[in-house]
């Protein structure tokens, strides 16, 4: 059973910086396919980066050369640095564990309970 917390989530102007973390504890991190989804209300949940236990890293269009996700396995942790936020980026964002990486929500074993991002215009 591996549990996720996750950090870092707030208001920021239009423009600006957050940096997401997602600790995980109670399994072997390092085995772990991990996703950072999000989803805003009315909206379905959406990938919006993910990174295979070997470190290859996926974006989906709308954040690629803003957001960047990494991880590190000797603190079992993965984060989401995300710059030049939009006001279209504001949602719920969480964190998510599975055996292998896919872009499906379905196929992830563990999530976070997640942190709110709000941007503002």
């Known amino acids: 059973q591996v549990q996720l917390v996750e950090s870092g989530g707030g208001l920021v102007q239009a423009g600006g910086s957050l940096r997401l973390s997602c600790a995980a504890s109670?399994?072997?991190?390092?085995?772990?396919?991990m996703g950072w989804f999000r989803q805003a209300p009315g909206k379905e949940r959406e990938l919006v980066a993910g990174?295979?236990?070997?470190?290859?890293?996926v974006y989906t269009d709308s954040v690629k050369g803003r957001f960047t996700i990494s991880r590190d396995n000797a603190k079992n942790a993965v984060y989401l640095q995300m710059n030049s936020l939009k006001p279209e980026d504001t949602a719920v964002y969480s964190c998510?564990?599975?055996?292998?990486?896919?872009?499906?929500?379905?196929?992830?074993?563990?999530w976070g309970q997640g942190t709110q991002v709000t941007v503002s215009s």
């Open positions: 998510a564990a599975g055996l292998t990486y896919s872009p499906s929500s379905y196929t992830y074993n563990y």
């Open positions: 109670g399994g072997i991190f390092r085995r772990y396919a």
């Open positions: 990174i295979t236990s070997g470190g290859s890293t």
